[in-house]
């Protein structure tokens, strides 16, 4: 696999090995030692989500105040925009974001470490998003900061309109009013 750090290095994306030819293709999504050894995090992962959405669904940018998780996330259906925002006060990067494209073509993964923000846009027509959490959904703990906060001003794909969003999403704190980690 190959390991790129991003302009926040905590953040990583990772280019899995992948084998193909005319008959498809395999590669290992995951294995905990090559990714140790690659990353240097070690973690225990206690949970997998799988989700769906159609094109201009904007997910994000959630987070748990308490049990933060850590997100290892990938696409294998369609592509999305992912978005990682350092909510950690001690950081030299807090306040930053990045981003990476994750595709079913490209195999890429991004690991958004614990006491990060994150979020994603789908900009295929569906999209199948995976991640393994290195702590369990706490809806009690979830945060959620405002996707489009002028203060962070992300530049998310323009899609030609309004992304759509959930209730709890449009709802979501801006910045001035955000719970942060130390």
């Known amino acids: 696999m190959k390991v790129t750090r991003t ?8 280019e899995p090995r992948v084998f193909g030819d005319a008959r498809g293709f395999f590669y290992e999504s995951f294995n905990e030692r090559a ?10 992962f206690v949970q997998d989500n799988h989700s769906k959405s159609v094109q201009g669904v904007l997910r994000g940018l959630h987070y748990q105040i308490q049990q933060p998780q850590g997100k290892l996330v990938r696409v294998v259906v369609g592509e999305v925009f992912d ?29 958004v470490p614990p006491g990060f923000g994150h979020g994603f846009v789908v900009t295929s027509p569906t999209a199948e998003f995976l991640y393994k959490t290195t702590e ?8 959620s900061i405002a996707w489009n906060d002028p203060f962070l001003a992300i530049t998310w794909p323009d899609l030609g309109a309004p992304p ?19």
Do not use: C
Request: charged residues 15%; negative net charge; aromatic residues 14%.
């Open 35 to 44: 990714f140790a050894e690659a990353t240097g995090v070690q973690t225990t």
């Open 83 to 111: 978005v990682a925002v350092d909510l950690r006060r001690s950081s030299p990067t807090f306040g930053k974001w990045v981003s990476a494209v994750l595709s079913a073509e490209n195999k890429a993964q991004f690991w």
């Open 136 to 143: 369990y959904y706490a809806p009690q703990h979830e945060q």
């Open 164 to 182: 759509q969003v959930s209730a709890k999403d449009a709802a979501g704190s801006h910045w001035a009013n955000a719970q942060f980690f130390d």
């Open 7 to 14: 302009a926040i290095p905590d953040v990583m994306l990772i």
